[in-house]
Structure formats: structure tokens, C-alpha cells
């Protein structure tokens, strides 16, 4: 029997926002790629929230458009509200959070997809990887990649695959006693895969999410809701989109909350949730629970909050955002309408818990490749983590790393001090996680270095020096740190005595006069001055672009944190850069204890600073480690 034989450079399997980072990164990069859905319907599908970004998320989204990926430019064309969260805090925490038309979102990412060069889209199930098994000289790696197998019997031959299966891997949907074997939003599941997985001996997980209903908007009752607006000038989630084009009409989103009527009959019902009745096998995000979760474990609390957002300009579907579950339907019903504002809501879509196989993704180098399969690299929710945003990061550095692989080239790894994607990523591969991972502000080390106003200053030229930001999108980044930079110099190097107007204006401001003379610089550190504020007595003062007055405003504001945290860093790079040989044999280095050096040997980290971050292995571990590395 004849049989379809292709040749190509890249095989993406999967085409959620994993896959599509990752696809157009590597076809974008020359190389010759092809993407696999189950469904070309649900390319960059959004199965459960409505919404791209939020705190820490909006962070990765701005690291994924400075390094060159797709992510904010679809939202900046998608969105029908938008609103940056934790403004009253200070500029580390501060996320972008923009509420998406889902089917315009999927829509508008298809079409960049259908359109890039170097880049087919197939409706296919990837059912096989085809590898070769590999001599002992090839260190680490036991089998290398040659290729993947459809459901149909085609066969691609290829360099490098990248897995992004997200939640399909032997899916199944859980609506209390009622389980259907499919993928999110009743797509097919992939069965096969997970066993061709298993025989090139990847460790593999059983993971679970959810998510909640979906309500006629006619059925509610706004008026009981508290409306939520959002911003009054919308700031773009890329750095290449033009402010003027993201200021439109937004739509407003709702506030309502349960009730201990909506806790009791969760409460009375809990024998009947799959995941208290025992049918559930896989482990849930700790930071995304149920309804029935968190009724359980925050028992004390009267209320908790639901978000009512739409689902997009072109449907009555409504997002009932912090009430997720897999109880029946006739509960769910029961339970959603004791909620005030939701009285006779009716449900369009039952809300439902998902089980899918993801693996280990300690199995991973921090490039996203494989240790033990040359040329096998993956992203997204297949990793063990949750979220549109921290998938579509790991598909981006995927694509990226699986060209640069093909090419012969040194691979990227972005480190904790360099971007929230590296911390995600670090934390992904090097720690323990037995839930799906979501990533937080909280996590990051060195925060207030890793802002998301500042991410095109930090990751841009990575981008270009990879071949993914064009040179116009350089040119603007270094013109905008130069701009910043000398703004900064002139404002310390200009002075203000003591004269009459400028002590009246400071008492105007709510400000101390001054005693003696000050720079612009140390009196835009005072809490109730800013830049903006200063420009009465700034003679010499020129325009400037806004995105430029919000760094010198954050540079001389917390100059004193910054260099800090510069300091940390300093330290924190030294151990980043005294790396780990391949070959390096654990058994040989007689002072390490048995917990740490089974550990390193399962881990294989690459450099001492990934060793150290490893559970089990202690600072005299790392001692240890340090004085048989400089022996050697």
C-alpha cells in the first residue's frame, strides 16, 4: 500500500497558543514547517476566560511581543475592553489585562498563520513520533527525532518536533456523573499519541482544569451586578501597535458574588462532584479552583466573587468568570441562579472539568528540548502549566530553539533575571510541580527589573539578534533608551534654589519648600511630585513620547530599589555562569550527599545556579559541587 511521504524541517503538533508561537517562529526563522490541528476550527481557540493577560500574564505577553512573537498584536486587534491592574501599587506589579472576541481573536491569529511563508496548516491527528535510537557518543540523548505519523498513515519526515497538545491527550469532560471522551468545547480528543510517548520512555502526568458556564446574556438581570469599566486611554499590549488604533468603545464587564444559599447547595451536592466522588484522577491548578474547591477549603469566607464578561461583540455568550465546576447540570442550574443578577439566567453551555496527559517537565532542558530525545522539543499546557499567556511563551522560545537547533546554532535560554518567561520556564523544568503551574508576580526574584513597561528594553534585541524583531522595531527601542537615558542625565544635572517661585509651586503641590538647591531628579522622588507635575518650573524641558516620560519617571522614582536589585543580580549571574559539563559523573564527587546527587543526576541541570534551585540539594551540596567543577 502506497503511502504519503513528506519532507519538511519542523512538525508542530497542535495549534493552540503554544503551537501558534511556535510555528510561526520557526517558518519565520526559513525554516519549512508544518502545523497539526485536530481542528483548523480551533486554531488559537480560547476554551475557557475570555481574556489575555492579567497580573504577571500581561508581563509574558509583552515578553512574547518584544522577542518577536504574535500573541499582543492579535489581542491589540481583538479586544473589546481593556484595563491595566494594580495601578495603585507600584510599576513591578503593574499587568495589562484585555477582555478578547474570542472568535475574532482565533480568526484574526488563523489568518497570520495562513498567510506566512514557510508555514502549512494541517487538519490532522499526529497518532506517532518516529525516532532512531543513537550510539553512546552522542552524551545524554538516547534517540533522535526523524519524524512524525498521522492518523491516516502519512508520514513526515523532519529535523525537529515540537509537542503542544495542550489539554487533548486522552481528554475527557467531566459534568457530574456524565463523562465525554473529547478535547475542550466538545473537540476530539488524541488518543494514540500518549502511548508513542511512553515507548520512547517520556515520564507522562494526569492533569486537570476547568472551567465554568457559559449564560445567555439575555437571562441576566445587570442591574444587581456592579458594572466594570475599563480604562479610559487604553495602553497596546505590543510594542509595534500604534496607541491611537487601540482607543475604541469598550464593552463593560460585571461584578456579582455567591451567597451562602449558592454555598449550601454546593455543600449538599459535593457527593455528586466527580472530584470529591473520586472519579477525577487528575491533580487541578491550586490558583484557579472550583466553585465546589473553593467552598471547601475557604469555608469561613461568606462570599466570593463572579465575573460576568462577554464572549465576544458577535454572541450573547456570557463568562461566568471564579465559578467553575463539575457538577451536574441540574446543581449547576440549582447553584448559578441563587447568585443575585443570575435569578433566571439560563445556561448555554454546562461548565465542565477536563483530565488530559501532559508530562513531567522536569524531562526538559530549559531550552524546551528533551534531554534524552534529540530534536524533541515542547510547549504550553502539555508541560504541566496553565494559562493562554504562559503557553503561548514556551511555544515562542519552542519555535525559536528548535530553528536554532536545525541551524547548528547555540540555543537561547532566557535566565530568571532576564524576563518572566525565563523564571517560568526555570521553574518549569528544575522544580517539582504536581499541579498545573500558573505563573505569579510573586514568583519572579527580581521584579521590579522585570516590568512590563520595560520589556522591549530588555528582550528586544534578543529578538533581533535571532531573526524575529525587524530592524525599524531595534531602531525604536534604542531611540526610546536613548531618549530615557538622557532625559534621566539632564534632570539630575539640572538645579532649582530657593527663589520665590519656585518655593510657591512646591507649596502648591503639597510639597516642602526647599532649604537649599535641588536637582528635577531628587525632587521627583518625593511621593507627591512626578514628571509630569514638574514641567511649571522645567524651563529647558522638550517633548518627549509618553512611553519615554513613564521610564524616567520609574528609573529616578526607584533608582535606589533598582540598583539593588542590579546588585542581586550581579551575584545571582556569577553562579548562572559557571556551567555544568554533560558528561559531568555525580558518582564520582565523593563529598555529595545520596538525596543530592540522585537528584542531579535525574535533573542534569546545566549550570550551578539551575543545580542550586533543585529540591533536595543544599548550599553545602553546591559547595561541594563548586570545588570538584575547579579541580577539574
Known amino acids: ?154 508520514v513526515y519526515e523532519t529535523k525537529a518536533v515540537i509537542l503542544c497538545t495542550g489539554t487533548y491527550l486522552k481528554a475527557r469532560c467531566l459534568c457530574g456523573e456524565a ?56 495602553v497596546p499590549f ?60 475557604f469555608a469561613d469566607k461568606e462570599r466570593h466573587q463572579v465575573f460576568i464578561e462577554p464572549e465576544g461583540l458577535h454572541t450573547n455568550e456570557m463568562y461566568v468568570g471564579g465559578m467553575s465546576s463539575s457538577l451536574p447540570e441540574d446543581v449547576q442550574l440549582s447553584m448559578y441562579r441563587t447568585v443575585p443578577g443570575l435569578e433566571h439566567c439560563k445556561i448555554v453551555k454546562n461548565a465542565y472539568a477536563i483530565e488530559y496527559d501532559c508530562i513531567n517537565p522536569e524531562q526538559l532542558y530549559p531550552t524546551l528540548e528533551f534531554k534524552s530525545i534529540l530534536g524533541l522539543f515542547s510547549g504550553g499546557q502539555f508541560n504541566g502549566s496553565s494559562g493562554y499567556e504562559e503557553a503561548a511563551a514556551q511555544g515562542l522560545i519552542a519555535g525559536i530553539n528548535a530553528s536554532l537547533f536545525i541551524q547548528e546554532k547555540e540555543q537561547i535560554v532566557l535566565d530568571r533575571s532576564q524576563a518572566y518567561i525565563g523564571v517560568l520556564i526555570d521553574d518549569l523544568v528544575t522544580k517539582e510541580n504536581f499541579e498545573p503551574y500558573r505563573m505569579m508576580t510573586s514568583r519572579a526574584e527580581y521584579r521590579l527589573l522585570l516590568r512590563q513597561d520595560n520589556a522591549d528594553l530588555r528582550l528586544r534585541k534578543i529578538g533581533f539578534q535571532v531573526g524575529l524583531v525587524s530592524k525599524i522595531e531595534m531602531d525604536e527601542t534604542l531611540a526610546k533608551k536613548y531618549m530615557t537615558e538622557k532625559e534621566i542625565e539632564r534632570l539630575k544635572n539640572t538645579s532649582i534654589g530657593a ?15 526647599l532649604k537649599t538647591s535641588a536637582s528635577l531628579a531628587e525632587l521627583m522622588c518625593r511621593p507627591e511630585l512626578s514628571y509630569e507635575s514638574l514641567a511649571a518650573i522645567d524651563k529647558e ?90 579541580e577539574q
Request: aromatic content about 6%; proline content about 4%; some cysteine.
Open 1 to 154: 500500500m502506497s503511502e504519503i511521504r513528506e519532507k519538511v524541517d519542523v512538525c508542530v503538533v497542535g495549534a493552540g497558543h503554544a503551537g501558534c508561537e511556535a510555528a510561526l517562529a520557526c517558518a519565520r526563522l526559513g525554516m519549512e514547517t508544518v502545523i497539526f490541528t485536530v481542528s483548523v476550527d480551533s486554531i488559537a481557540l480560547m476554551p475557557c476566560n475570555p481574556n489575555i493577560g492579567g497580573s504577571s500574564k500581561g508581563h509574558l505577553v509583552r515578553e512574547i511581543d518584544a522577542l518577536g512573537g504574535e500573541m499582543g498584536k492579535v489581542i491589540d486587534k481583538t479586544f473589546i475592553q481593556s484595563k491595566m491592574l494594580n495601578r495603585s501599587k507600584g510599576p513591578a506589579v503593574h499587568s495589562l489585562r484585555a477582555q478578547a472576541d474570542k472568535a475574532e481573536y482565533s480568526r484574526a491569529m488563523r489568518k497570520v498563520l495562513e498567510n506566512q511563508e514557510h508555514l502549512t496548516i494541517k487538519q490532522s491527528e499526529v497518532v506517532e513520533l518516529l525516532a532512531e535510537d543513537l550510539s553512546a557518543q552522542e552524551g545524554q540523548y538516547v534517540k533522535k527525532i526523524t519524524g512524525v505519523k498521522t492518523y491516516t498513515g502519512a
Open 179 to 234: 463523562i465525554t471522551y473529547t478535547g475542550p468545547n466538545g473537540l476530539q480528543a488524541a488518543n494514540y499519541l500518549t502511548d508513542s510517548l511512553v515507548s520512547l520512555g517520556v515520564e507522562m502526568r494526569r492533569f486537570k482544569t476547568g472551567t465554568p458556564a457559559r449564560m445567555d446574556k439575555r437571562s441576566i438581570d445587570f442591574d444587581k451586578m456592579e458594572e466594570q469599566l475599563g480604562d479610559e486611554t487604553v
Open 238 to 297: 505590543s510594542f509595534s501597535t500604534n496607541p491611537d488604533d487601540v482607543q475604541i468603545d469598550q464593552v463593560s464587564c460585571w461584578l456579582t458574588y455567591t451567597n451562602e444559599g449558592t454555598h449550601e447547595i454546593i455543600r449538599a451536592n459535593l457527593d455528586r462532584s466527580p472530584i470529591y466522588a473520586g472519579i477525577i484522577e487528575g491533580t487541578g491548578p491550586r490558583y484557579c479552583p472550583s466553585i465546589e474547591d473553593k467552598v471547601v477549603k
Open 499 to 513: 527663589a520665590k517661585e519656585y518655593q510657591d509651586f512646591l507649596i502648591s503641590q503639597g510639597s516642602s519648600p
Open 541 to 630: 524641558r522638550k517633548w518627549l513620547p509618553d512611553n519615554v516620560i513613564e521610564q524616567v519617571n520609574i528609573e529616578i522614582k526607584y533608582e535606589g530599589y533598582i540598583s539593588r536589585q542590579l546588585k542581586q543580580v550581579e551575584q545571582y549571574k556569577k553562579m548562572e555562569k559557571k556551567k555544568i559539563p554533560a558528561d559531568i559523573d555525580y558518582d564520582l564527587i565523593g563529598s555529595l550527599r545520596l538525596e543530592a546527587r540522585q537528584k542531579l543526576k535525574k535533573m542534569k541541570p546545566v549550570s550551578v545556579g539551575q543545580a542550586s534551585r533543585i529540591s533536595g540539594v543544599s548550599p553545602a551540596d553546591i559547595s561541594v559541587l563548586l570545588v570538584y567543577l575547579r
